[in-house]
Every structure is written in structure tokens, then in C-alpha cells.
């Protein structure tokens, strides 16, 4: 379950202690008012500590998602009673093709300051799930080939190198494609 850190001062002397704050995430579907907050956090996930920004997906994209993608767009939002937009802190997004016979994950982000929480392990596997549920046994991917976190978060799910594309989206964006078939309940050992 996810934590967070504080540092507090004590009457002795500043001492960092960690306190264990279990902050509960909520996976749910995405939602239209959920726009904005799938757009921010799209928009700090893939942008670097230096400024540098890896492809990610426009606002308008995440209306049509919404729409067109909604069986499998889910979200992930802190769980702690309150309403306001802050709440966010990851998405994850899949699409079937037309035959229906492979699923595809298509974004998996988290914001950076939720990270290493297990939220993106939590909504990869309700997309896998939600994929699984429509008969979609063979789930694929596309990964950048330098994502060390991404390739760790999709091996641990089942998920295999099945080939290396050069130029993916055109010029130098290469990219890592990757497959599962694997069922999930295999994957958390309940089989
Ligand atoms: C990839 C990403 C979604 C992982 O989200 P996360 O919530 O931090 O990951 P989790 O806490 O659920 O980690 C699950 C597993 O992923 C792997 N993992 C996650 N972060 C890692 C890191 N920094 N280094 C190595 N492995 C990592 C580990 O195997 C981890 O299991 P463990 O904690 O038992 O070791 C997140 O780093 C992110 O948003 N990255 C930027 C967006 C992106 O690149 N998305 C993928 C597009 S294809």
C-alpha cells in the first residue's frame, strides 16, 4: 500500500524519522471531468527532472479517450474523502483492435511525486484485467528501449520482449514492443 515520508523536529534536536503515512489509491474508471488532472499528470510523467519531455499525449486526446476508450481508460486517484482536482496521480490506458483478437496498453503513467508507490503496478493490472475481461488473452505494448522503470514494472507483470523497432513513431523514436499471455491470475499466483 502506498507511503509517504515527513521529516519532524523533536525537542532534542531536527532528526529526520520516517513516518509511515499509508495514503490509500483508488483505481476507477476515467471520467470527462477528469480531463484536466489526466492531462497534468500526463504532462509532469513524462517530462524529466531537467526539463526534458518524452512524448505524451495532447489534452484533447484525453476527451476522445474518455470517450471512444472508456472500457479500458482507468485512473488512479488518492483515496482520502476529499473532492477537489488533486487527486489524480496516475492513468492507465489500453484499446483493443478492430478483430478484437490483441490488446494493446497504450499509456501507463504515474506523477512523479507518487511514484514507487505501486500505483502504476495497480493500473496496469486493472487495464490488463479490463483487456482480459474482453477476451483478449495476447496483451501488447510499445516502450521506450532506455525505460529501465517501464520494461522492471512490465517484466514483473509477464510481460516479454517480443522485438525492437527502429523508428516506431518515425525519424529515431525507436521503440521496445512487448507481450503478454500470461493470464493475470497466473501473474499474482492464484492459479
Ligand atoms: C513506469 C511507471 C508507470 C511506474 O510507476 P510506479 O507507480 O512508480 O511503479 P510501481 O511502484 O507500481 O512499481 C512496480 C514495479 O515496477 C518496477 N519499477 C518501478 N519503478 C522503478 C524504477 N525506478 N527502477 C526500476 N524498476 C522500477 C519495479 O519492478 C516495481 O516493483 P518493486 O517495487 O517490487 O521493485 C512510472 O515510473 C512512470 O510514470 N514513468 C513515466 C511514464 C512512463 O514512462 N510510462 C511508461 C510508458 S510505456
Not at 524529466?48 to 505524451?56: F, K, N, P, V, Y
Amino acid at each position: 500500500m502506498p507511503f509517504t515520508t515527513a521529516t519532524i523536529a523533536t525537542p532534542c534536536a531536527l532528526e529526520e524519522i520516517v513516518l509511515v503515512m499509508y495514503v490509500r489509491t483508488l483505481i476507477r474508471p476515467a471520467i470527462t471531468q477528469d480531463v484536466p488532472a489526466l492531462y497534468a499528470v500526463e504532462t509532469a510523467g513524462f517530462t524529466d527532472e531537467d526539463g526534458t519531455r518524452h512524448l505524451s499525449y495532447p489534452l484533447f486526446f484525453f476527451r476522445q479517450a474518455v470517450d471512444a476508450l472508456g472500457e479500458f481508460f482507468f485512473a488512479a486517484e488518492i483515496d482520502d474523502g476529499r473532492n477537489d482536482d488533486g487527486r489524480i496521480v496516475g492513468h492507465a490506458l489500453g484499446a483493443a483492435t478492430p478483430r478484437g483478437s490483441i490488446g494493446w496498453i497504450l499509456n501507463v503513467v504515474v506523477h512523479p511525486q507518487f511514484r514507487k508507490h505501486k500505483v502504476g503496478r495497480d493500473l496496469t493490472l486493472a487495464l490488463i484485467r479490463a483487456l482480459e475481461s474482453s477476451g483478449l488473452s495476447c496483451i501488447r505494448l510499445s516502450v521506450e528501449p532506455d525505460n529501465i522503470p517501464a520494461i522492471a514494472l512490465y517484466r514483473k507483470l509477464g510481460f516479454s520482449e517480443l522485438g525492437r523497432e527502429e523508428s516506431y513513431f518515425g525519424g529515431t523514436e525507436a521503440r521496445l514492443v512487448m507481450q503478454r499471455q500470461t493470464s493475470t491470475a497466473e501473474i499474482l499466483g492464484e492459479v
